[in-house]
């Protein structure tokens, strides 16, 4: 009987693990559609090893000995023992009361939060030598052509990484960090534009942010150079603490560091027809001690590197991480060139073996103006500065150069000096039309105002036009003499205040020197001469002329002033003559007011230069002098409009303020509360922009531009003509890398590595992304309860209806086999 009971309690434990896990399975699916779960539970069970070792055998004695002395076969016995067996059993099962356990399930997805770098040197791009499997990764992921880091890292995450993690059904939150985070809802809005990589604080920030959330890895996307905040190790602390890995993947190419470095120092934004052009570059070595070339080429007109094609200078120099300043000189171009834009490339060549080539070369464009510079010259009487400058540059020297000359001390029938197609003047020109029309550049000599004209009126309407006229773009020089200028400048508020320097108030600040004996003026900058002062290309040769006895013959006398006021800047010094502010006595001054160009010659004997030299660098000074003058009004087309950037050169992050000045058709400033600018970059992108009117200031307009990427860029106004639109004004400005993401442009693997490593996450290089995969394997989520509710298994019918057929049984079988 005992072998019979053990077979059939074994088919009962076999069909209740049975059912048990198919309610498990049906539990497990009812928890996925509704965050449901159901159990089966003996609620006052004791414990398993009192049912097993006590209650289970004692059940089975009690059975055993109940029909142990009743006359009945094995069979009958058997069946009348299982039968008391189950209905003691389903008694026990009833006191251990069983329940259904209803527990409310929340199901959480696993989810990925991936981090991108965003910052500027995410702009960078490289050659990726040395490692052939790491070539071969960044060549397929960019399709042949050069990508960026941060185009690179799109492409890895897009091909690679968003497909596997969604069919493993994790949930990926995607953010992007510069000097802080911000949410990425797609990767177009990467920009690569942060001047900042707070590596340790973008972590902290995004781990911060998403603290209790079902957070199962970390993806970093970066170069892994930190350039501020706190240390990255921080961050990664607080991760393993969270048990939340950090796999990283380092973009860039990881080999030390081997670069040649060309920044863009100085270079003019326009000029005239015949100049030369002097751009001043900076190249650094990183990782580097050799020689290498700086090569400046001109480009044809289209920007590219064509068969016409020219290579203009070239100087060879030694790599070091100080750096050495260059400066390259072009020739003038050829006249009458259909364009009146000149576009030159500097560039070092590649090294052998550089990592970086994207700082190599540099892209520039030079607007030229065929125009003539028109230049009124008023002088008070026939010097020897007059007749060298009139007489001999003006007249017969220069064919860019149309001028008229006014001569106050010349007879009323006297023939004033001028242009060969141009009238002599009959009087001083005071209106501002007369000025705004006719001419380019003013050059005032040795002149008192009030000589202008018999007529005081006369003289006060030419200060105020000769004011607008230069706040206008015009260019107004003014040339010291031993009589009048700038001494009589005093007490006429208008002309002194277009002065770049500050005069004595009571204009008894007089020379005090020997004219015995000649002075050579010093250069304020000899490594950097400005272009008025740059004779000759050679910086030495250059500041021989100006400084050494065997160079330029000196002066005898000059025009001491108080000083250079703020903005202003000095070009040439007294050689020992101390001011009043401690400082050399200026002797030639250039300023702006506002948009035009002022200049302030304190001396009066350039023509003595003639004496060693002939005209050579007498002519190149005062050409230079006028042609700098003159670029305010002649840097477009079109009189009216001009538009320029406060600077050649804005960082990335940077805004790019515009101003444009727009005089209407009668040379007066416009009233239009706006107007249309166009820009684009090199590639041809770039759309439209509206300056606004600037309050109170009719003519002046203002706005400021976002590009999204470094490059050479350009603005300019339209004006529509019968035909077509017209550029009629331009300007050009570079956009570079922030300086703290150039300072360390290569990636930095063992950060990253060590990220990894703290976490106990994976790092990989572009190369490694399949094995990354494995990091992901699904089924990771997370499932909390919510809330659970018991329920009496026993208390229904089927408890019931159970023992009555097991007793009924039991009772009737008794009862047939004639048992009491």
């Known amino acids: 009987m005992i072998s019979s009971t053990q077979t059939l309690m074994t088919l009962a434990g076999e069909l209740a693990q049975s059912v048990a896990q198919s ?50 076969t094995s069979a009958a016995r058997t069946v009348l023992s299982s039968l008391r067996f ?66 690179l890292a799109r492409r890895a995450f897009e091909s690679k990484l968003a497909g596997h993690l969604e069919e493993h059904d994790y949930e990926v939150r995607m953010f992007r960090f510069g000097e802080s985070i911000s949410t990425l809802n797609s990767l177009g809005e990467l920009s690569g534009a942060g001047h900042a990589s707070h590596l340790g604080d973008a972590l902290g920030q995004v781990l911060g942010a998403n603290r209790g959330r079902p957070v199962t890895d970390l993806l970093l996307i970066s170069d892994g150079r930190s350039t501020g905040g706190v240390p990255a190790m921080d961050a990664a602390r607080s991760a393993a603490a969270a048990g939340i890995p950090i796999h990283t993947i380092v973009v860039g190419d990881t080999r030390p560091e081997r670069n040649a470095i060309l920044e863009l120092i100085e270079a003019p934004q326009s000029a005239l027809e015949g100049d030369e052009l002097g751009i001043a570059v900076r190249v650094t070595g990183r990782g580097v001690s050799e020689s290498a070339s700086v090569v ?28 050495e300043r260059v400066v390259l000189i072009a020739p003038p171009g050829q006249p009458g060139a259909s364009s009146g834009l000149r576009r030159f490339r500097v560039s070092v060549p590649p090294l052998a073996g550089e990592t970086l080539t994207d700082d190599n070369q540099r892209e520039l464009s030079v607007r030229v103006s065929p125009e003539k510079i028109r230049v009124l010259y008023i002088e008070g009487y ?65 002149i008192n105002p009030s000589d202008l004209s018999p007529d005081p009126e006369k003289v ?3 200060a105020q036009s000769l004011r607008e006229f230069v706040e206008s773009g015009g260019g107004v020089l003014f040339q010291a003499g031993e009589q009048d200028n700038p001494r009589s400048f005093v007490l006429n508020d208008t002309l002194r205040d277009l002065l770049p320097v ?90 702006y007011y506002p948009a035009g160009r002022t200049m302030f010659l304190g001396f009066d004997s350039t023509w003595r230069w003639y004496r060693r030299f002939g005209k050579r660098y007498h002519e190149h000074f005062w050409r230079s002098a006028i042609r700098w003058l003159a670029l305010g009004r002649l840097r ?44 684009s970059g090199e590639d041809g992108e770039g759309g439209e922009l509206e300056l606004i009117q600037v309050a109170d200031k009719p003519g002046l307009y203002r706005g400021a531009l976002e590009v999204g990427y470094p490059g050479l860029f350009r603005a300019w106004i ?103």
């Open 718 to 820: 339209e004006v529509d003509n019968a035909s077509s639109a017209q550029h009629v004004s331009s300007t050009e400005f570079e956009v570079i890398l922030p300086s703290r993401e150039n300072q360390e442009p290569t990636p930095d693997p063992e950060t990253m590595a060590a990220l990894a490593r703290m976490t106990g996450g994976r790092a990989v290089d572009l190369a490694g992304l399949d094995d990354l995969l494995a990091e992901f394997p699904g089924g990771e989520e997370r499932r909390e309860p919510v809330s659970s509710r018991l329920r009496d298994a026993w208390d229904n019918w089927w408890t019931l209806l159970g023992a009555l057929l097991l007793l009924s049984t039991e009772w009737i079988l008794r009862k047939r086999w004639e048992l009491v």
């Open 460 to 462: 006060e309407e030419f």
């Open 502 to 591: 500050v005069l004595d108030a009571g204009g008894l600040q007089e020379f005090a020197g020997d004219t015995r004996f000649s002075f050579r003026p010093v250069l304020e900058e000899p490594g950097n001469p400005h272009e008025i002062a740059r004779l000759n290309p050679d910086l030495a040769i250059n500041r021989s002329l100006w400084e050494d006895e065997n160079g330029l013959s000196g002066f005898f006398w000059y025009s001491p002033v108080k000083r250079a006021k703020p903005g202003s800047v000095v070009v040439l010094r007294h050689p020992t003559d101390m001011g009043s502010n401690g400082e050399r006595n200026p002797l030639l001054v250039t300023g």
């Open 636 to 679: 477009s087309g079109d009189r009216r409009y001009r538009i320029e950037t406060p600077r050649n050169t804005y960082n990335l992050d940077e805004r790019i303020p515009l101003e444009a000045r727009v005089l209407d058709e009668d040379y007066r400033p416009s009233v239009r509360p706006s107007q249309s600018v166009r820009w």
């Open 382 to 446: 026939p010097r020897w500065e007059y007749r060298r400058l009139a007489l001999d540059l003006l007249k017969r020297g220069d064919a860019n150069i149309e001028f008229q000359c006014f001569l106050l001390s010349a007879t009323p029938n006297f023939p004033q000096e001028s242009s060969e197609l141009l009238p002599s003047l009959l009087e001083v020109p005071t209106t501002r039309r007369e000025l705004l029309e006719s001419y380019d550049v003013v050059i005032l000599g040795d």
């Open 86 to 151: 189950g209905s003691l059993l389903l008694l026990l099962l009833i006191i251990c009361r069983p329940v259904v356990i209803e527990r409310r399930i929340n199901e959480q997805p696993a989810e990925v939060l991936v981090l991108f770098d965003d910052s500027a040197s995410m702009q960078r791009k490289e050659v990726y030598g040395g490692r052939e499997n790491l070539a071969e990764a960044v060549d397929e992921l960019s399709s042949g052509a050069p990508l960026p880091r941060l185009g």
């Open 296 to 323: 400046l080429e001109e480009l044809d007109e289209d920007g590219n590197l064509g068969n016409s094609t020219r290579l203009v200078a070239e100087q060879e120099v030694e790599l070091s991480e100080r750096g």
């Open 23 to 72: 309610d498990a399975a049906q539990a497990a699916a009812q928890v996925a559609q509704t965050g449901i779960n159901k159990n089966l539970s003996l609620h006052e069970a004791p414990p398993a090893w009192v049912a097993v070792l006590i209650i289970l055998p004692a059940l089975l004695g009690i059975t055993w000995l109940s029909y142990r002395a009743e006359p009945l």
